[in-house]
């Protein structure tokens, strides 16, 4: 219920006693496990606490855990097949890398049908990083990582069981097994659906259809009390329909369907060697395959995304010095076997090196680089530097990074997301985007309270941008001008007793220059995003809170309604009784009401860029929702 920056305020506090009760927070994200109070690059963290708190809102996805975090925006990207995308601070959602225990087990997916759709049950802590970060990770985190981390097998199992009064239904598992030996393991199960909504009757569907099945088992083995080697494999199974609804047409007169079936198997390996003089290998690999086949109206494509990571770091510690330097190799490939010139294969080569360094008591700096050599548009150098001021047992500290970062070519642009790769004429003639990124975050904590303020910007040099081309085409081109995001965040926290209070705001002027036209506000990116959340707690009796959320005005393009969304509020009220080690939940969802068809037309009169037949979504459009739940620990 509550975001996540409140957990890590309050591990970040040395002052204050009530605060100092909850495990202190470490982010592995920056490739060196430290307590996140002590890094000098911004990391946001999302502890197990707040996990819990927001799981039952949205048992069967992520999005319930990044609403509060000021910057982190879940952009609605294949609405007519319920496909969401995590934005950082305006930019592009397709840049974000997510990673999973530190791997790239979802890199290469589009943006609409990953992250997002990840169950949170099983997982103990989410990491988010802000900015250009290619210095740690390469190409695909341009505009920031999130770093979703799992639960260890010496946690508790866990099941949970959802319905919603729109026709949804979510059942997840969580089984650990501590072994007595060296060998321990968990395995996660869900099953997700939700029925095709037409909440408006206008012949559309609203929600669409959706079916998914997961499953992940994880191993680890533990030589001794620092050797150990992590085994995962994740299975996905989904099929999505939207579109019109039976007996319904669009403006032209005939049906228009939209279906995709997703299939995806990941697998992944992380050792930890300790060497001589505590020096530490370690080694980093994944492989993924993800086979879709998608239906837009008549049209019909089948992909195929792969991806292979393989990475070996050095660490160490020396006088004031904390340092890694490694190397890597990355595969990523699409296969489109119908549409010639669509598909690529990107292999890339990187060496990376890391050194933080801690000046003074209270100054630490830290800097990263990276050179990757891309084999289809060239040898790329990445650095980023960060500063720490923080003196032991102040209230006080400050942090301040820049960095650069590139991005190669793939076709997942959002009106290719919202249509079909067949929209799509061959690439070709295309630049590498560069970004520039830079922020200074100051915070004070004490006395129960916690407040963080932000100041940022980012830029991008040859953003990829989708103009329409005859026959309902798209062509993807670089754009004229730069993409710029200046912005500022605030969030502060508040805890007395069982009393938890947070209020965040968000403040972004993104602007691009596109390739045919004048500057404007980048589309569908709110200007300001606020909310105000409390809540009252009793481990042993529930929690009982109120969300207060406002989405501000955006920017929309090709719209035939309206040239800007107006803002709006959005109300949840959520509560949870405790039986025991069982908890019953009840949700009411966006009590407001906010529905984009109560504003206007969703359907086009005549089809959009691509052969899109609605409009860009910028509001919810299921309305106001209810979901009960029951969640117990075995």
């Known amino acids: 219920m509550l975001c996540a920056a409140h957990g890590i305020a309050a591990a970040d506090a040395d002052s204050d006693e009530s605060r100092n009760e909850l495990a202190p927070v470490v982010v592995s994200s920056t490739r060196m496990p430290i307590l996140v109070e002590n890094e000098p690059l911004h990391v946001e963290a999302v502890p197990t606490e707040e996990i819990e708190e927001n799981l039952t809102e949205a048992p069967g996805n992520l999005s319930a855990l990044f609403r509060e975090l000021p910057g982190v925006y879940a952009q609605s990207s294949a609405p007519a097949l319920?496909?969401?995308?995590?934005q950082l601070r305006g930019m592009p959602d397709r840049d974000t890398l997510v990673l999973m225990d530190g791997l790239p087990l979802l890199k290469g997916e589009p943006p609409a049908f990953g992250a997002l759709q990840t169950?949170?049950?099983?997982?103990?802590?989410?990491?988010?990083?802000?900015?250009?970060?290619s210095a740690l990770y390469g190409a695909s985190a341009l505009s920031g990582v999130i770093n979703v981390v799992s639960r260890l097998p010496d946690s508790e199992s866990s099941v949970l069981a959802n319905v919603n009064s729109r026709g949804g239904r979510d059942l997840?598992?969580?089984?650990?097994?501590?072994?007595?030996?060296?060998?321990?393991?968990?395995?996660?199960?869900?099953?997700?659906?939700?029925?095709r909504e037409d909440t408006n009757g206008d012949g559309w569907a609203d929600l669409p259809y959706y079916r998914r099945y997961a499953l992940r088992p994880r191993v680890w083995w533990n030589a001794g009390q620092d050797d150990s080697l992590f085994l995962t494999a994740g299975l996905v199974n989904e099929d999505r329909s939207g579109g019109t609804v039976p007996n319904a047409t669009v403006p032209d007169g005939l049906p228009f369907p939209e279906a995709l079936h997703t299939s995806r198997l990941d697998l992944g390996a992380v050792s930890h060697w300790v060497l001589d003089n505590r020096q530490v290998l370690t080694g980093r690999y994944s492989l993924s395959s993800t086979n879709q086949d998608s239906t837009f109206g008549v049209q019909h494509v089948a992909s195929t995304l792969s991806v292979f990571y393989g990475e070996e770091a050095f660490s160490g510690t020396s006088a004031a010095h904390h340092w890694v330097f490694g190397a890597a190799f990355e595969h990523d490939g699409l296969s489109a076997p119908t549409l010639p010139g669509v598909g690529y294969g990107y292999n890339v080569p990187a060496v990376f090196a890391q050194d933080e360094y801690a000046a003074l008591p209270y100054l630490t700096f830290a800097g990263s680089a990276r050179v990757d050599v891309q084999n289809a548009y060239g040898s790329f150098f990445s650095p980023r530097l960060s500063a720490l001021l923080r003196q032991q047992g102040s209230p006080w500290s400050l942090r301040a990074s820049i960095g650069q970062g590139f991005s190669a070519p793939t076709p997942f642009v959002d009106e290719v997301e919202s249509t079909?790769?067949?929209?799509?004429?061959?690439?070709r003639a295309l630049t590498a985007e560069r970004a520039t990124t830079a922020s200074v975050d100051a915070k004070w904590a004490d006395e129960g309270w916690d407040v963080n303020v932000s100041v940022f910007t980012s830029e991008i040099r040859h953003p990829l941008e989708a103009i329409p081309a005859p026959d309902?085409?798209?062509q993807l081109i670089n754009g004229s001008g730069p993409r710029r995001a200046p912005g500022a965040e605030l969030l502060i926290g508040y805890t007395e007793?069982?009393?938890?209070a947070i209020a965040s705001w968000s403040y972004l002027n993104a602007t691009e220059t596109p390739a045919q036209g004048l500057p404007h506000d980048v589309p569908l990116v709110p200007r300001n995003t606020a909310s105000l959340d409390g809540i009252l707690e009793s481990e042993k009796r529930g929690r009982i809170g109120?969300?207060?959320?406002?989405?501000?005005?955006q920017a929309l393009e090709d719209d035939p309604y309206r040239n800007e969304a107006p803002g709006y509020f959005e109300i949840n009220a959520l509560a949870e009784i405790q039986f025991g080690e069982v908890g019953v939940f009840l949700n009411a969802l966006n009590l407001t009401d906010v529905r984009q068809t109560h504003y206007g037309p969703l359907i086009r009169p005549t089809p959009g860029p691509g052969g899109d037949p609605i409009t860009d979504v910028w509001a919810p459009l299921d309305g106001r929702t209810f979901n009960v739940g029951v969640r117990a620990e075995l």
Do not use: C, H, N
């Not at 319920?82 to 995590?86: C, I, L, P, Q, V």
């Not at 079909?420 to 690439?427: N, R």
């Not at 007793?497 to 938890?500: I, Q």
């Open 82 to 86: 319920g496909g969401a995308s995590m």
């Open 172 to 195: 997840s598992a969580f089984l650990a097994q501590k072994g007595a030996g060296r060998w321990s393991g968990t395995v996660t199960a869900a099953a997700d659906s939700q029925s």
């Open 546 to 553: 109120l969300e207060l959320e406002y989405t501000g005005r």
């Open 119 to 133: 169950p949170p049950l099983d997982l103990s802590q989410v990491e988010v990083i802000k900015g250009a970060a």
């Open 497 to 500: 007793g069982p009393l938890e």
């Open 420 to 427: 079909s790769l067949a929209a799509l004429l061959p690439l």
């Open 472 to 474: 309902d085409k798209l």
